[in-house]
């Protein structure tokens, strides 16, 4: 069961804060969306160079609310 979870339990949270964080894009309006495709990349990104899942979580989420806090 454990292993399970340390397999699978990551890339479901992942899929479910990419799922939260796209949904309310209007993508017909320019620049709406753009935090949210930055934010989404540096997820990649970060999950690709460092393979840590907590790592892309946390960073991706910290990435996010500062791009909120700049980008209005």
Known sequence: MI???E?????MV???????CLKDIRWAQWPS???EILSLA???????????AMLSIFGGTAFYMLL?????
């Open 3 to 5: 292993r399970f979870i």
């Open 68 to 72: 909120l806090a700049l980008i209005h």
């Open 42 to 52: 540096a997820v990649a990104v970060l999950h690709i160079r460092k393979k840590n």
């Open 14 to 20: 992942m899929a479910v804060l990419v799922v939260y």
């Open 33 to 35: 969306g753009i935090r």
């Open 7 to 11: 397999r699978f339990i990551p890339p």
